[in-house]
């Protein structure tokens, strides 16, 4: 099957070990809802046994509208490169191809001048009034080995001069050279917070769209984590799923794993750990309504990561198995976090003939009486004298 960096299709092993031909194009990921019943009619189009022979199938129609409908004519495609390479440049996708397939990608992503929504750099022009622009200014897909190229910017529609143009190709090198040593060495435990914020700092001066920045930010929030800095660390797990949805606007993989670690950053926040099969019961009053919405943001974090990656991969896979058991662990953790409610006074019962009366403790845990105490009762018929409270 042909290669494309925006395929169709997508191989995934099902159950019994048989490779699975499924649509990649269901929606945007879709709702909580209908994923399961989106990603039931997006299954098997061609199966075979592993090392087989593909035996093709028709494409099954989605009864929800994708982004990308695949024509009945149409070739069905899929990408020689993993979910994670996917959002990577173009130049560095095509490098990849040709030293492992020996050619040259020419798809609609990686043709020479198109914009590379993986390499965007924050504007470097001053904006009269306003000083520095917030736009963005991508790079353009080169041709070949010549020197890149990059378009108008996207707010004040300044094209970049020599000098900025080499500015950002510097500064790209800079974060390369950085995010190499730290996969040598990773960050954490080694950076304290006010070193982890200043990278943040110049990497958001710098960096708009860009995958380097979104590596970056991933080792930046493990540091954070080693320091116990869960609300930083969410903040950059999310700056990784909106580059992420932005870069690469098709059904990811990449996307959805991302979004599922937002969602473990925030229940371990909170306090509830999803990948458990329990919820921690021992959950305070205060700050409840708070925590219980945090755990409700993670569950619909949870769903919409689980709905990308049943249509890409099936529910069998481990994947989706892992979100299913997160997913209900969650759920728990929000039946755990609402607001206790009051139950309305009820009047005591009559009690039977022949019942002796005892105490009973009322809503407020004190002790509530049935008129005198039987004793008292007792001692009131012995000495001739009614007993008080009954009549």
């Known amino acids: 099957m042909s290669h494309t ?16 031909l499924r649509a990649r194009y269901a929606g945007n990921g879709g709702d909580d809802q209908d994923a399961h019943a989106r990603a039931s009619e997006f299954d098997m189009v061609a199966s075979a046994p592993m090392h087989g022979h593909v035996r093709f199938g028709r494409l099954i129609n989605c009864s929800q509208p994708s982004r990308r409908e695949i024509a009945e004519d149409q070739e069905v495609t899929i990408s020689y490169l993993s979910e994670v390479v996917l959002l990577d440049i173009a130049p560095r996708r095509r490098a990849l191809l040709f030293e492992s397939k020996s050619f040259w990608c020419r798809c609609e992503r990686c043709t020479p001048g198109r914009v590379d929504q993986s390499r965007g750099f924050r504007c470097l022009a001053n904006v009269i009034g306003q000083g520095r622009c917030k736009g963005t200014v991508f790079a353009l897909v080169p041709k070949g080995e010549e020197a890149v190229c990059f378009g108008r910017c996207s707010r004040c529609d300044s094209n970049p001069s020599e000098a900025q143009a080499e500015s950002y190709s510097t500064t790209e090198l800079l974060l390369e050279e950085l995010l190499q040593s730290w996969e040598e060495r990773p960050p954490r435990g080694l950076l304290s917070s006010v070193k982890i914020a200043c ?40 700056q990784r799923v909106a580059f992420q949805a932005a870069a690469y606007p098709e059904l990811s993989g990449s996307h959805a794993w991302t979004l599922e670690s937002l969602a473990d950053i925030a229940v371990q926040n909170i306090g509830c750990q999803g990948q458990s099969e329990h919820v921690l019961k021992a959950l305070v009053q205060e700050g409840r309504a708070k925590r219980r919405g945090a755990a409700q943001e993670a569950l619909r974090q949870y769903r919409q990561a689980e709905a990308m990656l049943l249509v890409l991969f099936g529910r069998s896979h481990e994947s989706c198995v892992k979100l299913v058991r997160k997913i209900a662990a969650v759920k728990r953790a929000v039946a755990e976090l609402r607001e206790p409610t009051q139950q309305p006074h009820q009047p005591p019962a009559a009690a039977a003939d022949g019942d002796e009366d005892e105490d009973e403790e009322d809503d407020d845990g004190a002790a509530r009486q049935r008129g005198p105490p039987l004793a008292a009762r007792r001692a009131s018929v012995a000495s001739g004298r009614r007993p008080q409270g009954k009549r």
């Open 199 to 238: 990278i943040v700092d110049w990497v958001a001066a710098n960096f708009t769209q860009h995958i380097s920045a979104d590596h970056a930010y991933g080792h930046l929030a493990a540091a954070y984590l080693g320091l116990g800095s869960y609300p930083e660390a969410l903040e950059l797990i999310g």
């Open 5 to 20: 960096c925006v395929p169709s299709a997508i191989w995934a092993l099902d159950e019994e070990g048989k490779y699975i």
